[in-house]
């Protein structure tokens, strides 16, 4: 069935710091990948997406490629801040499937 | 804000109570999903409604009720519950059921004494 895997942290970085968070997936057919995010007391909010093979999603600073070959939708920022502090999923969806998220992965930023 | 809400935000009772968790979409939606979220544990799928007819149930326990009167609402009906159902309670609904972006809500932080 599928899975996704990704690093479970905790992550801790320095603000302005690069931000690389792995996932990788099994998958079959062409899923879609995302990544959510969930802040201290809330929800889980979409971050980004990707439908297709070499898509890039991106906001708030975030990006993630789907990278098709080595089934991998890895997150990346340039510079983090404080306020980026969250648990980040991530997680893929087959038609006519469920979603299958990863165990996520917490980011603490320190000033 | 992400256009589904969650009433109440938290919530504790005791293993005899019966309480309804209550979810609302504003986006016009046709599916909607319960999943439970606790400490060190993937999200887990509870339940799936497509315009209002439940399509998965995940074998979850019976002291779990849901209950779907419309596109927009979903209930979660709670009866003697366990400690070990102590969770996050998390509401999404999407488009479809099919490859469709699930939108969630804040959840319903449940506390079973």
């Known amino acids: 069935g599928n899975s996704v895997t990704q690093m479970e942290g905790p992550v801790t970085l320095s603000e302005e710091a690069f931000l690389t968070i792995n996932c990788t997936y099994t998958a079959t057919g062409y899923p879609s990948l995302f990544w959510y995010v969930q802040y201290p007391g809330e929800g889980l909010q979409l971050l980004l997406k990707a439908t297709k093979a070499d898509d890039k999603g991106s906001n708030k600073g975030f990006e993630a490629t789907y990278r098709k070959e080595t089934t991998s939708f890895h997150l990346e920022k340039g510079s983090v801040q404080v306020s980026d502090s969250a648990v980040y999923f991530c997680a893929l969806l087959s038609y006519g499937q469920n979603f299958v998220f990863g165990p996520g992965t917490r980011l603490s930023v320190l000033p | 804000e992400t256009g589904v809400t969650q009433t109440p935000r938290h919530l504790v009772m005791g293993m005899t109570n019966k309480k309804s968790l209550k979810c609302e979409q504003h986006?016009?939606?046709?599916?909607m999903y319960w999943y439970k979220q606790s400490a060190k544990k993937p999200l887990e799928l509870m339940f799936v409604?497509?315009?209002?007819?439940?399509?998965e149930n995940n074998s979850v326990p019976s002291r779990f009720s849901p209950e779907c009167p419309n596109s927009s609402h979903l209930f979660l009906h709670l009866h003697t519950l366990q400690p070990e159902d102590s969770a996050l309670y998390l509401c999404?609904?999407?488009?479809?059921?099919?490859?469709?972006?699930?939108?969630f809500g804040p959840g319903t932080r449940l506390l079973v004494l």
């Open positions: 409604y497509s315009l209002e007819e439940r399509v």
């Open positions: 999404a609904s999407s488009h479809g059921t099919g490859q469709e972006t699930q939108y």
């Open positions: 986006l016009g939606h046709n599916a």
